[in-house]
């Protein structure tokens, strides 16, 4: 019930192309899902977030959008560019606990 | 603005040495903490989170212990390490109260410590 389930485990897209990065979760307490990108080498950046009062909030070229009927919340990356190429994660959580469950993270690569 | 710091940013290390890793936080107080540990190319486990000074939360019993000496100090040590221990190492804070509900839930993280257990 703590799990936070993404995928895909990899993603190739083409520039310009969008990637979609899916998550899904079982417990309906979870009131915060952010969004990370972390590349090689480095600690995962906040990239975006969201709250279940709005069903989707964008910045720039990266929206997050939430089912909250089907408890999955997913990323779109619009204009995919090759430095967009990382391991993304989302994560949840949730008021009364100090803890964040994060998802497996998808591996994305984007072609030149 | 806040800032985290880890050290060493590399460490390669025998099997059965001792370990001591920083996190230090600046520009903000009584921050939670948090240590996790990713392994090559899969997700954050969760180690360790502290509330407050002296408050430690372990969420894996292994070899390894956490310390919060200091309000925005945080250590992860370890008295003899294990070949499994390897792995990169995050410390990640919040802002004090957040527990996931509210306006202060942003987790940032430090850049990291790659461990290596020889």
């Known amino acids: 019930q703590q799990q936070v389930k993404q995928s895909p485990q990899s993603l190739i897209v083409q520039k310009g192309g969008i990637s979609i990065i899916n998550c899904a979760y079982e417990?309906?307490?979870?009131?915060?899902f952010p969004w990370y990108q972390q590349f090689p080498g480095k600690g995962p950046a906040l990239l975006i977030a969201i709250r279940p009062d709005v069903s989707e909030k964008k910045e720039g070229r990266f929206t997050i959008s939430f089912n909250k009927s089907a408890k999955q919340f997913s990323l779109h990356i619009m204009d995919s560019q090759p430095g967009d190429s990382a391991t993304y994660f989302c994560?949840?959580?949730?008021?009364?606990?100090?803890?964040?469950?994060f998802g497996t993270g998808t591996r994305l690569k984007v072609l030149a | 603005s806040q800032t985290i710091h880890q050290w060493p940013a590399t460490l390669v290390q025998p099997v059965g040495s001792p370990l001591s890793l920083e996190c230090t936080v600046e520009g903000t107080s009584n921050p939670n903490l948090y240590w996790y540990r990713q392994a090559a190319g899969r997700g954050l486990q969760l180690l360790f989170y502290?509330?407050?000074?002296?408050?430690i939360s372990s969420e894996v019993p292994q070899n390894l212990s956490a310390s919060r000496p200091q309000d925005r100090q945080f250590i992860l040590s370890s008295k003899k390490l294990l070949l499994s221990d390897s792995g990169f190492y995050l410390c990640?804070?919040?802002?004090?109260?957040?527990?996931?509900?509210?306006?202060?839930?942003?987790?940032?993280f430090g850049p990291g410590t790659r461990l290596t257990v020889l």
């Open positions: 502290s509330v407050g000074i002296g408050q």
């Open positions: 417990n309906t307490a979870f009131d915060y």
């Open positions: 990640a804070w919040t802002l004090t109260g957040s527990t996931g509900g509210g306006g202060a839930n942003e987790q940032f």
């Open positions: 994560a949840a959580t949730h008021s009364g606990t100090y803890k964040y469950i």
